[in-house]
């Protein structure tokens, strides 16, 4: 069995930052691309970054460009999600996902 854990979640004021992680545990390939999406409250999940297995390679959905950056370190089997410069309309439930498998989220609100 694969497991996905997400962590870091939280409450932020407008233009503080935030690190999510994404521990992945059991049986698994050593490698594998890794993707980040979110569904804020009412709104459908929507694509925020994915990241090569070795993390040569990275995209990131237009909304969170220059304030978000991807990496992994695959030794630890963790991905993580550094988030700087947050809005409001930042605030959803992160996951991190893995081909067809997710992880269960984490809550992030930006509020003043």
């Known amino acids: 069995q694969v497991h996905l854990a997400e962590s870091g979640g939280g409450l932020v004021e407008p233009g503080g930052s935030l690190r999510l992680s994404c521990i992945l545990s059991g049986s698994m390939p050593e490698y594998a691309p890794m993707s980040w999406y979110r569904q804020a409250p009412g709104k459908e999940r929507e694509f925020v970054a994915s990241i090569s297995t070795k993390g040569g390679s990275i995209t990131y959905a237009e909304s969170v460009k220059g304030r978000f950056a991807a990496s992994r370190d695959n030794d630890k089997n963790i991905v993580y999600l550094q988030m700087n410069s947050l809005k409001p309309k930042d605030t959803a439930v992160y996951y991190c996902?893995?081909?067809?498998?997710w992880g269960q989220g984490t809550h992030v609100t930006v509020s003043s």
């Open positions: 996902k893995l081909f067809s498998l």
